[in-house]
């Protein structure tokens, strides 16, 4: 089952799993905490035998190879204590980015719920989640609304040469080529226009004409971000634009009519014509000055200052002011949260696991500052006895709680004191 070759390892978990070889069970067991390809397969293995018991399964969720936790994570079921055994991991916060997103994946397989959703909103305010793009998508699958977003700001105009203001050696807009849909007679013509009444800023604007009947464009390339959205807009003019088409417009190609413009057609002055849309894939697009548009136009049609712009949220700033943390609400968190509750993995007063340290009379022994960074940041501050597991399998808290919920279980560990004999 480590044998260099896949062809190999895959045989041997086949054969044990196909003859049901619980006999192997305990090897298998020990073959998962040596690392390797072998750990890996000795997972699935169990797994596919239906013996994959919890210790087992625990240990490999927070081994210190990262291909050992992802497979240990995609092993987990929907169910209520895999559900738990996720959180426990803290792979939710894992250093490893590809490890986090199998775990962020694992968290929208389970069933819908509000904690899986308010863990995935807390995740999504962590900057280095929300600006990867599939980090982002996994935690936008779970549900994770889009928190503390008190508005939205347009950002910088994303097309090239927007103004058509820059011309190439071929007398068109340079970043901008042709593209013709159907038709290709000599009368179709792609233009820079110069005279002055039609053009609707600076010297030039862009024209496309023809005496018969043509589906055709200029496109210009642009990078769009998954899960964003973009207005887009143009200035449109026309001149005798029949057809069958949607006359002149602007669309983006790869997204067909969910993002398109109202076309002009007949005779026009300036309209400034403009749409809304959201992109669900993180691509690069042409987006066309279209003319004729399923279907075919002929006459005469101008586009100046075309326009993509990404709408992006604006996020609140953080305020301290309004925590006002109690001790007793801080034991509730303890003793039941969902999914933080420090009680499965500490004793207080004799009650508890035992997966962390007793935290009778930490406050005693250590100040605040450590408390708190043992709970944000569980990996950076080992408690005494842990240190050789290299990182620790305490979930940061920041992650499971928000800051309120932080404070109030602050005040509370505050209060744990040494007993006065
Ligand atoms: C999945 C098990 C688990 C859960 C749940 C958990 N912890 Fe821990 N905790 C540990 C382990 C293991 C350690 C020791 C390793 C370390 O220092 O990070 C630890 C360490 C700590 C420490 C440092 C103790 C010391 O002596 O240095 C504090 C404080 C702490 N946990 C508080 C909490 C609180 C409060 C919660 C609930 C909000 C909680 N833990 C939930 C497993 C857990």
Redesign the pocket.
């Known amino acids: 089952m480590s044998h260099d070759n896949l062809f190999w390892r895959q045989t041997a978990q086949r054969l044990l799993v196909d003859s049901k070889r619980t006999d192997a069970v305990p090897a298998l067991k020990t073959l998962t905490t040596k690392g390797g390809h072998g750990a890996i397969h000795a997972l699935w293995t169990l797994s596919g035998m239906g013996a994959l018991d919890t210790k087992t399964h625990t240990a490999a969720l927070i081994s210190p190879e990262p291909a050992l936790r992802r497979n240990a994570i995609r092993a987990l079921g929907a169910d209520k204590v895999s559900a738990q055994m996720l959180y426990?991991s803290a792979t939710l916060a894992d250093k490893d980015l590809q490890v986090r997103l199998v775990a962020f994946t694992k968290l929208a397989a389970l069933p819908e719920s509000d904690a899986n959703k308010k863990t995935a909103s807390l995740l999504m305010k962590l900057p280095e989640n929300a600006k990867d793009e599939w980090l982002r998508l996994a935690l936008q699958a779970t549900g994770a609304a889009e928190m503390n977003i008190v508005g939205y700001k347009r950002g910088p105009n994303l097309l090239p040469n927007a103004s058509f203001e820059e011309v190439g050696g071929n007398k068109l807009p340079t970043n901008w080529s042709e593209r013709t849909y159907s038709r290709r007679n000599p009368d179709l013509k792609h233009a820079i226009e110069t005279r002055k009444e039609f053009v609707k800023s600076g010297k030039n604007s862009l024209r496309i004409s023809a005496d018969t009947r043509h589906d055709s464009s200029l496109f210009a390339r642009v990078r769009l971000k998954a899960g964003r959205k973009y207005v887009m807009s143009a200035w449109v003019r026309t001149d005798n634009l029949q057809g069958t088409g949607n006359g002149a417009l602007l669309s983006v190609h790869e997204l067909q009519h969910a993002a398109k413009t109202k076309g002009v057609k007949k005779t026009s002055g300036w309209v400034k014509v403009e749409t809304e849309f959201k992109n669900e894939q993180d691509r690069e697009v042409t987006v066309n000055c279209l003319y004729g548009g399923w279907g075919q136009s002929s006459g005469t049609a101008w586009w100046d200052d075309v326009s993509l712009v990404e709408i992006e949220p604006i996020y609140k700033e953080k305020s301290k002011d309004a925590i006002k943390a109690t001790a007793a609400a801080g034991k509730k968190?303890?003793d039941t949260?969902l999914v933080?509750?420090?009680i499965?993995?500490?004793k207080v007063d004799g009650k508890g696991?035992i997966?962390?340290?007793a935290?009778d009379g930490?406050a005693s022994?250590?100040d605040a500052d450590?408390?708190k960074r043992?709970?944000v940041n569980?990996?950076a501050?080992?408690?005494?006895g842990?240190d050789k597991?290299g990182a620790?399998?305490?979930?940061p808290?920041n992650i499971l709680?928000n800051d309120q919920e932080l404070a109030d279980?602050m005040a509370y560990?505050m209060t744990l004191k040494k007993k006065k004999k």
């Open positions: 426990d968190i303890f949260h933080a509750g420090c499965r993995c500490h696991g997966v962390g340290p935290l930490i022994r250590k450590y408390i043992s709970l569980p990996t501050e080992l408690a005494e842990f597991l620790s399998p305490m979930p808290m709680l279980v560990l």
